[in-house]
Each structure stands twice: as structure tokens, then as C-alpha cells.
T-cell receptor, first 115, second 113 residues
Framework: NAGVMQNPRHLVRRRGQEARLRCSPV?????VYWYRQLPEEGLKFMVY????????ESGMPKERFSAEFPKEGPSILRIQQVVRGDSAAYFC?????????????FGPGTRLTVL | AQSVTQLDSHVSVSEGTPVLLRCNYS??????LFWYVQHPNKGLQLLLK??????LVKGINGFEAEFKKSETSFHLTKPSAHMSDAAEYFC???????????FGAGTILRVKS
């Protein structure tokens, strides 16, 4: 009965490289959310996806960031041409098809460090 | 828009004494409210949730919270702190469409022996 899985747990990139963060939701969950936690701050919503659809990307930076949740496989958060300000913990959460009580189950996060 | 204010960035208590972590929210409709806990370098764990049923909500590890609409508050309490409670706590409200979560800035709880 695995929970939300994220990999890698830690990722180091140099400025200008690409970062790919993966999230496997709880089995049977079809809703995925990505949040970013900057140092000393709370989590900020980035994007909400259902299978093959982006539902709400109002928290996603307009450039360099993209997210997908394909029919098969994990959800991917992709950051192109990373900059030092992208250093943060990125958390994925999932919820079941019928969003009961708005509860989201969080993964352990990916800590991205940009050198 | 929905928002959450956690009134204390740091709280320090002695082991065995009560814990109070304060949270005020702003919402244009009846919200769902949550408290999550985050231990160092770990993910978030749900402590408890309020979804318009009983106003006094009991959670895991002896924590509870009371929803007070008149005060727009959802403070987290525990009668007796344990060393293992040392962590960061987030008060959370659902967003406009009930899907995205809006987090407070967090309260770091320190428990002294």
C-alpha cells in the first residue's frame, strides 16, 4: 500500500541545466498536485493535473516550467535552464478520483539544489 | 481569495506542557481546514482536518483543533508536549475551487526537555 513516491529525493544541477522531477501517485489516484517550498517559507501551489490534462496551472511560472501527467507513468515536473532561485523542495500530492474532503496525500519531496 | 495566517513563526514549550499553535484564516465561503506536520527533511503528514462537521476536531498523536467561525480561527492544541512533537506545523485552507491547498508560512515547534 505505497503512498506517493517521488524521485529523485535530492537533485543537484548547475545553472542552465534541466531538472526532471517524478511523482508516482497513490495507486488509484488520478489527481496530482505540485507544490514548491522555498527556504523558510510554506508550500506554494504550482499546478494541478488529472490524467493527460492540466486543470489549473495558475501557480506555475510562465517560462521554463512545465508539467505533465500522462496516461501511463508518473507525473513529471520539468524545469528548463535552471537558475539558483529554483533551489527549493518540490512536493507532489495526489487525491482519489472523487475528491473526498479535499484531502491530499503528500510525497517526501525532491530537494533541488542549483549550483 | 483564501489565505491563512499563522500567528507565530516559532513556539517553544517544555516537555509535558500544553501546546498552542495559532492560525487564522480568510475565506469567502465555508472552507475545509487542515493541519499538516513536517519533520526535518521529511514530507508532510496530515494531523487533522475540518470539513464542516464537528467544530472540535481530533487528530493523530493527541492533537486537536477547534474551528471558530466567529473568530475565523483554527488553533491547534495538545495537552502535553512530547519531544517527538518538535517539527514544523502548517495550517492549510482549501483554495477557491477546493482543489489546491493554500498554506500558512508555518510554525516551528521546539520542545525542551
Amino acid at each position: 500500500n505505497a503512498g506517493v513516491m517521488q524521485n529523485p529525493r535530492h537533485l543537484v544541477r548547475r545553472r542552465g541545466q534541466e531538472a526532471r522531477l517524478r511523482c508516482s501517485p497513490v495507486k488509484g489516484h488520478s489527481h496530482v498536485y505540485w507544490y514548491r517550498q522555498l527556504p523558510e517559507e510554506g508550500l506554494k501551489f504550482m499546478v494541478y493535473l488529472q490524467k493527460e490534462n492540466i486543470i489549473d496551472e495558475s501557480g506555475m511560472p510562465k517560462e521554463r516550467f512545465s508539467a505533465e501527467f500522462p496516461k501511463e507513468g508518473p507525473s513529471i515536473l520539468r524545469i528548463q535552464q535552471v537558475v539558483r532561485g529554483d533551489s527549493a523542495a518540490y512536493f507532489c500530492a495526489s487525491s482519489p478520483p472523487r475528491v473526498m474532503l479535499n484531502e491530499q496525500f503528500f510525497g517526501p519531496g525532491t530537494r533541488l539544489t542549483v549550483l | 481569495a483564501q489565505s491563512v495566517t499563522q500567528l507565530d513563526s516559532h513556539v517553544s514549550v517544555s516537555e509535558g506542557t500544553p501546546v498552542l499553535l495559532r492560525c487564522n484564516y480568510s475565506s469567502s465561503y465555508s472552507p475545509s481546514l487542515f493541519w499538516y506536520v513536517q519533520h526535518p527533511n521529511k514530507g508532510l503528514q496530515l494531523l487533522l482536518k475540518y470539513t464542516s462537521a464537528a467544530t472540535l476536531v481530533k487528530g493523530i498523536n493527541g492533537f486537536e483543533a477547534e474551528f471558530k467561525k466567529s473568530e475565523t480561527s483554527f488553533h491547534l492544541t495538545k495537552p502535553s508536549a512530547h519531544m517527538s512533537d518538535a517539527a514544523e506545523y502548517f495550517c492549510v485552507v482549501t483554495g477557491s475551487y477546493g482543489n489546491k491547498l493554500v498554506f500558512g508560512a508555518g510554525t516551528i515547534l521546539r520542545v525542551k526537555s
